[in-house]
């Protein structure tokens, strides 16, 4: 095994490792080549969490996409014919991009690239910063071999941003919001270079011609941020908060608001079963100020689908009927707690745990997500076999339910620490041992 593989695997958890595995066996069947690549080699490579795995694929992706969602589960939550990406949900709430290996060709800023299948090399000297643009060999052939055409790695090391070529901006003008993301999440440095890029790209006014979507997606990017507020306020700054909506400047951009949502975001374990809380809340969040008019003009911005609409502005609708259950006196034990809140989904939690004034509610998500959702994954896959249970088996899913049940019932809880004994004190008169009178 190669240092990165080891690197790669330390730095997954087992659903995320579990998620690779899958990739590399339905790959070799279907005899494409397939890289860990983009954000997820940058995260490892840089020390950081990783949080969605990207997948570069020299063949049809999306045809793998498709196959491996039949084999494994995985539920597709969108596809993009023209990229020929998919992104997908798997087991364990780990989220996955699948997309080809390609070359992008745009007539204009702002316009539909054409795309040409190409080699890694090739795909990774098109991306945007040369911190995206390494990838990792996941084929039987030359796995662990790092592939760095950029030089990324250096840039990783150094702590700087630098795009892969003089056009970045103007092929794809979102890349000056990225920009500002990167620059805030990991307190790089703007190359000198990629800086007067930048700063010419603002004077041609490159930021107006991005699209709905691309607003959308970057907006749900930043809504998943440890420091959104800050990346909100700095755009502010820089005055490209205003592509958005010119509704969010000034008062009506709730930065306190926003850095008390990520707290509570934190509580929720990513990629790890728990499924993620998405872009609702943040909206919710940063909408609270805006009126009824101002929404709607930033839904027609962002070009947002129904369903995407419905999951922002039914959250406070679903996220009550939640709630109503959580107060039910009948939620006694752990294990209750837990079954009512097992399969809720994360945007629900989150939003309960900012907007909720009932303490039991409060109480019993914190709960669910710091002690009884931990202690449910303990019961491992190994134990239930052993209990006498076959996995795929209705069985088997029942004696797990009874497993985690037991466990979380008969919890114990820490011991307190023990009490020091008092120290007498001497008897009067006399000094205590290793004392000088005059010192005293």
Do not use: C
């Amino acid at each position: 095994m190669s240092d990165y593989m080891f690197m790669l695997e330390s730095h997954l958890n087992g659903d995320q490792n579990r998620v690779v595995a899958e990739l590399q066996a339905a790959a070799t069947s279907a005899s494409v080549n397939l890289f860990l690549a983009g954000g997820a080699m940058r995260d490892m490579l840089g020390g950081f969490p990783i949080r969605d795995l990207d997948f570069a694929v020299e063949g049809n992706a999306l045809k793998l996409a498709k196959s491996i969602a039949d084999r494994s589960g995985a539920r597709i939550l969108d596809m993009d014919e023209n990229r020929r990406t998919a992104d997908l949900i798997f087991p364990g709430a780990v989220t996955v991009e699948i997309g080809m290996s390609r070359l992008e060709k745009y007539g204009r800023t702002g316009s539909k690239p054409q795309i040409t299948p190409a080699f890694i090399q090739d795909d990774l000297r098109r991306r945007d910063f040369t911190i995206n643009a390494i990838a990792l060999s996941l084929n039987r052939g030359s796995r662990g071999l790092l592939i760095d055409p950029t030089n990324g790695l250096a840039d990783l090391t150094n702590r700087e941003l630098r795009t892969t070529n003089s056009y970045s901006f103007y092929d794809d003008a979102v890349r000056l919001l990225r920009l500002i993301r990167f620059r805030v999440r990991f307190g790089f440095n703007v190359e000198e270079r990629t800086q007067r890029q930048y700063e010419n790209a603002r004077e041609s006014g490159l930021e107006k011609l991005i699209t709905g979507r691309a607003l959308y997606e970057e907006l749900r990017n930043i809504a998943e941020e440890p420091n959104a507020g800050e990346i909100m306020k700095e755009l502010e700054n820089t005055g490209l908060l205003s592509i958005f909506s010119t509704a969010l400047s000034g008062p009506k951009l709730t930065v306190p608001s926003i850095a008390k949502l990520e707290k509570l975001r934190r509580l929720l374990p990513g990629g790890n079963g728990i499924r993620p809380a998405g872009i609702g809340p943040f909206l919710v969040v940063l909408t609270e100020k805006m009126t009824s008019k101002e929404r709607a003009d930033l839904i027609r911005t962002l070009d947002m689908r129904r369903q995407e609409v419905e999951s922002w502005q039914k959250l406070e609708a679903r996220a009550k009927k939640l709630e109503h259950a959580l107060k039910s006196p009948r939620l006694r034990l752990p294990s209750q707690i837990y079954q009512a809140l097992v399969k809720s989904p994360g945007d629900e939690l989150l939003f309960l745990l900012y907007r909720s004034q009932q303490r039991t509610v409060q109480d019993r998500i914190r709960n669910y997500l710091q002690k009884y959702y931990p202690a449910a994954q303990e019961v491992s896959d190994a134990e239930v076999e052993k209990a006498g249970a076959k996995p795929g088996t209705s069985k088997y899913v029942k004696l797990k339910e009874q497993l985690i049940t037991t466990r979380l019932n008969t919890r114990k809880k820490p011991a307190p620490p023990p009490l020091e004994e008092p120290v007498a004190p001497p008897p009067a008169g006399r000094m205590p041992p290793g004392r000088d009178r005059k010192a005293s």
